[in-house]
């Protein structure tokens, strides 16, 4: 399983226009095929910032994710918006999962 988690900061005035960025591309992205699971969640003290967090079936399945018009719309928008320093999103590859609660 591929796991991508990270922040991702925008200038606060951009929260609700990044929000509006992240509706759709979310509920196109939960769609897909190879996707387990996608979302961003918004950070109750910091406007602006937003916790970005996927699980995928594959390496494959990401990439196929990266070639979708819903991902190529989401780029071109987040193109408008002011994404600042805090920004730091990272791939992981888990091989083992235990439920804890």
Do not use: C, K
């Amino acid at each position: 399983m591929l796991i991508v988690s990270g922040i991702i900061e925008f200038d606060p005035d951009d929260h609700d226009a990044a929000a509006e960025l992240f509706r759709p591309l979310v509920a196109d992205t939960l769609a897909e095929s190879g996707n387990i699971t996608y979302g961003f969640w918004a950070d109750l003290d910091q406007r602006g910032r937003f916790r970005v967090y996927e699980e995928w079936e594959s390496v494959e399945a990401m990439g196929e994710h990266m070639a979708t018009p819903h991902m190529a719309a989401f780029l071109t928008g987040i193109g408008s918006l002011r994404v600042t320093g805090g920004t730091g999103i990272f791939q992981h590859t888990a091989t083992d999962a235990v439920q804890l609660m």
